[in-house]
């Protein structure tokens, strides 16, 4: 069965470092989806791409995060200086319709957890 | 602007029991879909049920099943014979079917079923 993959699944940090996700998502899903979810609460929208293009990046803190997806495939989310507030878990989501018609339910990878120490 | 309201932060059921969980949306845009999504103590969010914004008929899918009050902007989830396993995060989200098709959660309601 198809999945989302991501890496690392864990990762441990300390303050100003870098750090950087991998997500692959479902071969052929154009739509792809970055969440930052904080212990306790719901996924919160960081950046959402439309094969190689951001479609929406508004609540993605640009001082410090990037993402890309080159060749509109797979895609990274880099964090430079990490703070401690950006310990939480890192989704990524993908979809292969954004249109109606469908459910276009998300299919979501297991996630990358990290600790800013 | 999108927004997704859950008000119901923990709930307990029996084990047996129906239990229903609220959520109610907000959005300009004439055709969206509505979706919740069940998210274990392991991690995972798995995609539960589905609907559109134009459906005529409430969303079902086994025991879960879709309260859509489309005047109210609710879109309740009913769970029916709740089991030890349906303990979990539960997210109600909305997809924007125009535009970017954006896509947000809402902070989830933490179900218990009690044996």
């Known amino acids: 069965e198809a999945e989302v993959a991501q890496s690392p699944r864990y990762k441990i940090t300390e303050k100003s470092q870098a750090v950087a996700f991998w997500c692959d998502p479902i071969?052929?899903?154009?739509?792809l989806y970055w969440y930052r979810q904080i212990l306790g609460q719901g996924p919160e929208l960081l950046v959402q791409?439309?094969?190689?293009?951001?479609?929406?990046d508004s609540q993605l803190p640009k001082d410090r995060f990037s993402a890309e997806r080159l060749k509109g495939v797979d895609s990274t989310l880099k964090i430079q200086p990490a703070e401690l507030g950006d310990s939480a878990m890192y989704l990524c989501a993908s979809s292969s319709r954004g249109g109606t018609g469908g459910a276009g339910e998300l299919f979501f990878g297991e996630g990358s957890r990290l600790t800013v120490l | 602007a999108q927004k997704i309201t859950q008000t119901q932060p923990g709930m307990f059921v029996q084990e047996k029991e129906a239990v229903t969980l609220d959520c109610t949306y907000d959005t300009s845009d004439p055709s969206y879909g509505l979706f919740w999504y069940k998210q274990p103590s392991s991690g995972e969010m798995i995609f539960l049920i589905y609907q559109g914004s134009y459906d005529q008929q409430n969303a079902t899918e086994g025991r879960y099943s879709l309260n859509f009050q489309k005047a109210r902007k609710s879109a309740n989830l009913v769970i029916s014979a709740s089991q030890l396993g349906d303990s979990a995060m539960y997210f109600c989200a909305m997809r924007a079917a125009s535009g970017t098709y954006k896509y947000i959660f809402g902070t989830g309601t933490r179900l218990k079923v009690l044996a």
């Open positions: 791409f439309q094969d190689e293009s951001v479609v929406d």
């Open positions: 071969s052929g899903h154009a739509t």
